[in-house]
Each structure stands twice: as structure tokens, then as C-alpha cells.
């Protein structure tokens, strides 16, 4: 396998790619913010319910709603300092052979062999790749042409990668 494709990486694509590599990324950011200002509320009433109010239940019940609210925001912070090497559109290359994956943008290069790699898939229209230890990669997957997406396909599947997979 010889691909060599290139792209233009945008900010929305940048976007779309964070939320192809991490679908569960809404959750993480809301779940435990709900969690906090429900334990923040219960908390406060019952620092309330006596005749003279807790101050430590005050504190803590307050403090709970506070990290409740600026949960989203830390985390919607953590993503955009992800995001910001990808705040300019830029030309991006991605050459796959049959022993290495390498991506190549303004300042950055990545090249890993495909044995450091435990799956790959096809999720909402990326090509992501998930790696054994670092997290995941993903390219667009309209950055190969048919040809070059069924020799992709073929060859993940001779890997091990796809297997199981219905794409």
C-alpha cells in the first residue's frame, strides 16, 4: 500500500475530527457538572434544614455548584488549547505505506508504524485511528479516492485493525 494523499485541514475540520476521535467527549463535559450541582444542592439543604445553617454544608454545598458550573467551561478551555495548532487552515499530507502512517503539516510531523496501532475506523466521515498508548489520529476520509479508500480498507483488514468492523 502506497497512498499519498494531501488536504486542507480548517478549523471546522479540526472540530469534526476532535469529535470523530472522542464521541463521548459531550458526556465527560456535562455528566460530572450535573453531578456536582446536584450533590452541591442536596448539600445545601441540608446545611439549610437546621434551625442555625452548617457553615462548613454552606461552603461545601457552594463550592459544589460552583465547580458544577465552571465544569463545561474548564473543559470546553481544554479542548480549544487542543484545537489551537489548528486555529489557521493549512495544507496537510498523510502518507500511508504498508510499514508506517505519516502525517505532515506546517510544524508538525507524526510517523508511527502500524504496529503501534490497536483499531481503526470509519466515524462520521474520519478515518480514526486509535493508537496504543497516545489516544487517536484521524484524516478526513474524503481526502482518498475511491481506489485509494479500498486499498486503505484492504489493508486494514490484512492488519487486523478493521476487523469486526463494518466499514
Not at 460530572?32 to 461552603?59: E, H, W
Not at 463545561?72 to 489551537?84: D, E, F, I, T
Not at 485511528?129 to 479500498?150: I, N, R
Amino acid at each position: 500500500m502506497d497512498i499519498s494523499s494531501s488536504f486542507v485541514f480548517t478549523p471546522e475540520m479540526a472540530k469534526r475530527s476532535f469529535r470523530a476521535c472522542h464521541p463521548s467527549a459531550p458526556v465527560a463535559r456535562w455528566l460530572p457538572a450535573g453531578i456536582y450541582v446536584v450533590f452541591g444542592v442536596v448539600v445545601l439543604t441540608i446545611a439549610l434544614q437546621r434551625s442555625k445553617p452548617d457553615p462548613i454544608g454552606l461552603v461545601l454545598g457552594s463550592a459544589f455548584l460552583l465547580l458544577g458550573v465552571a465544569w463545561p467551561v474548564l473543559q470546553a478551555r481544554r479542548v480549544a488549547r487542543l484545537l489551537r495548532p489548528f486555529a489557521e487552515p493549512a495544507t496537510s499530507r498523510i502518507v500511508l505505506t504498508d510499514a508506517e502512517y505519516a502525517a505532515e503539516s506546517p510544524g508538525r510531523t507524526m510517523t508511527r508504524g502500524w504496529t503501534t496501532f490497536t483499531s481503526v475506523a470509519l466515524v462520521r466521515g474520519f478515518w480514526v485511528l486509535k493508537l496504543e498508548a497516545e489516544g487517536k489520529v484521524a484524516f478526513p476520509a474524503d481526502a482518498l479516492d475511491a481506489t485509494q479508500t479500498e486499498v486503505f480498507r484492504t489493508a486494514m483488514r490484512e492488519k487486523g485493525l478493521l476487523a469486526g468492523s463494518k466499514v
